[in-house]
């Protein structure tokens, strides 16, 4: 037997109904904020990552699937989309439509992360790039509108984490003191510290290592460096979240490593998924798209929700999603009843109602079907109803039964529907 690939895994029914209602309610939410949705390619030149994620990252360093095409060139399975959306609104030249752009996206990342619960090496994220503004304003919708995503697929109890990162110049400073402070403390570190100390001191703010907790929250905060401009679009920020009574905690060990994020940064954390809690993350990267190639400056901010992450929550706090919506579930009895159905089903279907028609078997069979279906309705259509123009309608879950015309079984139905 030929089975999946290790880290990879197929959506089934129910669950992918729950897929199905969380992409359903973000791209219904996001086009309420005039957002656009872009599809990019799933592989891209690997240059592009390596430039636009950063060549000392673990997902580019580690983890990305790589490979080499016939004519030789390095491809690369998208480990994240950021990238391939700016490179898109470069190659485009998108900033000369006028205009914000306002893109979403969602779709498979690959990345050959060590397999654990809930990652997977194929998973999948809904995100959403804003490209053309530096205004604290921009950073405080965006936010706004993922609590909106999160909270209309019926979470709660969610926590949203914020912090500034500061610009080049603020930042600089910043980096210089925490290596000054790591150089004392260094060999306390665990292994992977000790190389960033090196290299990106900005990351052992990440490290996830118990032991290493005390030492790294004695660090200095980032947010007693903040340049003047900078502390006014946190201030900003702030305050525009206050206006909306959205709450947040202030995180100053929330930082992304790379030299082209600016300001604001977010993660949000749901309690119900343990340890590897992040939702979602996102942030500023005024530089990002000058790093890759664009001429003019191109300020953006975007943010990525882990979907495999979201579902998990969305399944734990509403167990009723995965229900199943057969409106009708039609019994024919016998060959003439067969063929009568199947056109009703056909005038039903086209006014929105779900139909499933049980093609074979006997009667008892059918409704028996129609019960572990969770149809509301079972329809019994023999040659006697097709006479009498007046069809058997049981409704599911009280178990009555009633003889229904056509025009009072199309009421029933799409009294519900509609
Ligand atoms: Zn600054
Ligand atoms: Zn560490």
């Not at 699937?65 to 399975?77: Q, V």
């Not at 401009?229 to 920020?237: D, L, Q, R, S, T």
């Not at 079907?369 to 049981?394: C, F, H, M, P, W």
């Amino acid at each position: 037997m030929i089975r999946a690939v290790k880290g990879t895994r197929d959506i089934l029914p129910p669950a992918s109904r729950v897929w199905n209602h969380v992409e359903d309610v973000a791209r219904r939410v996001m086009q309420s904020y005039h957002y656009s949705e872009i599809r990019t390619p799933i592989f891209e030149e690997t240059s592009l990552f390596a430039r636009g994620v950063g060549e000392e990252t673990d997902i580019v360093s580690k983890e990305m699937y790589t490979f080499e095409d016939r004519d030789g060139a390095s491809l690369t399975l998208r480990p994240e989309n950021t990238a391939g959306v700016i490179r898109s609104f470069i190659e485009h030249r998108l900033d000369q439509v006028p205009g914000l752009q306002k893109l979403y996206y969602m779709g498979p990342m690959f990345r050959r992360e060590r397999p654990q619960k809930g990652r997977y090496r194929q998973f999948s994220q809904i995100g959403a790039e804003v490209i053309g503004s530096e205004s604290p304003a921009v950073d405080a919708e965006v936010i706004e509108m993922v609590i909106e995503i999160l909270t209309r697929c019926g979470l709660d109890g969610f926590q949203l984490l914020l912090n500034s990162v500061g610009c080049k110049e603020c930042r600089a400073r910043y980096v210089a003191e925490l290596r000054e402070r790591l150089a004392g403390v260094a060999n306390r570190l665990c292994h992977d510290c000790q190389r960033r100390v090196q290299t990106n001191p900005l990351r052992v703010l990440d490290c996830k290592i118990p032991e290493d907790q005390p030492i790294i929250d004695a660090l200095p905060s980032i947010l007693d460096f903040l340049c003047e401009p900078c502390g006014i679009h946190f201030a900003a920020v702030r305050a525009y979240l206050n206006d909306r009574g959205i709450q947040y905690e202030v995180k100053p060990r929330l930082v992304r490593g790379l030299d082209y994020y600016m300001r604001t940064t977010f993660e949000v954390v749901h309690g119900a998924l343990g340890a590897q809690n992040s939702v979602l993350g996102g942030g500023r990267y005024d530089g990002l798209a000058q790093s890759l190639g664009s001429k003019a400056p191109a300020p953006g901010i975007g943010f990525s929700i882990g979907e495999d992450r979201l579902v998990m929550s969305v399944e734990e706090a509403h167990p009723d999603r995965h229900k199943d919506t057969v409106d009708l579930f039609i019994a024919p009895m016998g060959g003439n009843a067969l063929r009568h159905s199947t056109v009703l089903a056909r005038e039903l279907r086209r006014n929105g109602v779900c139909v499933e028609i049980a093609f074979e078997g006997k009667l008892k069979r059918a409704l028996e079907l129609a019960n572990k279906t969770g149809a509301r309705y079972a329809l019994i259509v023999g040659d006697n109803e097709i006479q009498s123009g007046a069809y058997a309608l049981k409704n599911m879950a009280t178990g009555e039964q009633e003889n229904v015309s056509r025009e009072r079984l199309t009421e029933v139905l799409y009294g519900r529907n509609h």
